[in-house]
């Protein structure tokens, strides 16, 4: 079966700081991957997806970055972190492109920017 | 562009009542819809899921959703709520094809809360 890991699993980070969340996902291959954001009261928040190797969209224009240097592993990243990027982060995978077209998400990141 | 609404960021039921938890699409193709629900501090889980097979779709812990295309509709229920369904649900839509990538439209999301 599948499995999907974040960590860490909470964060409490300066302003100013740099960021580096990572996800991997176990038991497929050539996953298309998605970061979210969760802020309060906002709902889900697209900021990134991939559908291959070193294949980067994004959705929203910010101060993060994502990479995927490894077919299941996705990277959040940020050079300086922002008050505004505090926030619940997902992981996701999708067997899209495989004749699935659902999403199973990490147990997420809390990440706190004082 | 695909959209979701749904109604009631908030909805109270009793322990045994019947749990409905409402979501409309917009969409200009056929869609594929999602039900995910989110415990605090978890990641979502998947529910159940249409993608253009049976209309009735049944899902995990008892829930199960229809799909009204005449209504653009997807709504969420479950016959007898228990205190464990306490958490907040999500709709989610995307669409079949290469565009899409399989990047989901989510709902604001619906509160459910059960009172013994």
């Known amino acids: 079966s599948q499995t999907i890991h974040q960590w860490p699993a909470t964060l409490v980070q300066p302003v100013g700081s740099p960021l580096s969340l990572e996800c991997t996902v176990e038991g497929t291959s050539n996953p298309n991957l998605y970061w979210y954001r969760q802020a309060a009261g906002r709902g889900l928040q697209l900021l990134f997806y991939?559908?291959?190797?070193g294949q980067i969209s994004s959705e929203v224009p910010q101060n993060l970055s994502a990479s995927r240097p490894q077919d299941r592993q996705f990277i959040l990243s940020s050079k300086k972190l922002l008050l505004s990027d505090s926030g619940f982060y997902l992981c996701a995978w999708s067997p899209w492109g495989q004749g699935g077209y659902e999403q199973y998400f990490g147990p997420g990141t809390r990440l706190t920017v004082t | 562009a695909q959209s979701v609404t749904q109604l009631g960021s908030h909805v109270s039921v009793s322990e045994g009542a019947l749990v409905l938890l409402r979501c409309n699409y917009s969409?200009?193709?056929?869609?594929?819809l999602f039900w995910y629900v989110q415990y605090p501090n978890q990641g979502l889980q998947l529910l159940l899921k249409y993608t253009s097979a049976a209309t009735l779709v049944k899902g995990i812990n008892g829930f199960e959703a229809e799909f009204k295309k005449s209504e653009t509709s997807f709504h969420l229920t479950k016959p007898s709520a228990h205190m464990s369904d306490a958490a907040e649900y999500f709709c989610?839509?995307?669409?079949?094809?290469?565009?899409?990538?399989?990047?989901?439209?989510f709902g604001q999301g619906t509160i459910l809360t059960v009172h013994p």
């Open positions: 991939s559908v291959g190797i």
């Open positions: 969409s200009s193709v056929p869609p594929y």
């Open positions: 989610a839509v995307t669409l079949a094809g290469g565009t899409s990538y399989g990047k989901l439209t």
